[in-house]
């Protein structure tokens, strides 16, 4: 299967710092995916980013398909930010395989 | 549009026993897949299906099985329960498979 790795693994920040996540990928992919997963293990979907750039409000993901890697940019942290972030990456049409998350926590 | 459904939310079991989650897709969605979290493995790609068919499946042993309905719901069954099955089981519907998933709150399986 396809290798995912994340960085960092852990990070803190000041409410109102900026901080970017990272994804690498060991194969060629035609789908990538950014999920937040909340304190009481909710999924949320936050970008589906094969390519390209996209933007909403606060957050922006990159992804170079061409280099296997993909950025998720936070903006201004909120507290409400705090959570586990997965990058998930699919090549066959219906088997993601989710990166260990980069888990992050915003202080006041 | 209502969000993905999963039930039971908590669920506890002893060992050797069986146990079946349900998951109810997104209204006009009609692949599902299911996820296995823990905190040694994180996700883990279990099943896919699409339109009553298992399309795709992951590394896992022959007690865990699925199957979905005419109506797109599905259900998981783990029979002789492990402690190792101890997880949170996620379930995620999209249009055909290839695209933007949504997921359900998990069912948290706690085997004692």
């Known amino acids: 299967g396809i290798q995912v790795e994340q960085s960092p693994p852990d990070l803190i920040l000041q409410e109102g710092a900026n901080s970017t996540l990272r994804c690498n990928f060991s194969d060629s992919v035609n789908n990538l995916q950014w999920f937040h997963q909340n304190p009481w293990g909710q999924l949320i979907n936050l970008f589906y980013i094969p390519s390209g750039t996209k933007q909403n409000g606060r957050l922006s993901a990159t992804t170079v398909a061409t280099e296997r890697y993909s950025l998720l940019y936070i903006s201004s942290s909120q507290t409400t930010d705090s959570g586990v972030y997965f990058c998930a990456v699919d090549n066959t049409g219906n088997q993601f395989y989710f990166g260990t998350g980069t888990s992050l926590t915003v202080i006041p | 549009k209502a969000g993905v459904t999963q039930t039971p939310r908590y669920l506890i079991k002893t060992r050797g026993q069986q146990v079946t989650l349900s998951c109810s897709p997104i209204s006009g969605h009609r692949s599902v897949s299911w996820y296995q979290q823990t905190p040694g493995q994180g996700l883990q790609f279990l099943f896919e299906?699409?339109?009553?068919?298992?399309?795709n499946k992951g590394n896992f042993p022959g007690r865990f099985s699925g199957r979905q309905f005419s109506n797109s719901r599905s259900e998981m069954n783990v029979s002789t329960l492990e402690l190792g099955d101890s997880a949170l089981y996620l379930c995620a519907s999209s249009r055909q498979g290839n695209e933007k998933l949504f997921f359900g709150s998990g069912t948290q399986l706690s085997v004692l």
């Open positions: 299906y699409f339109s009553e068919t298992q399309r």
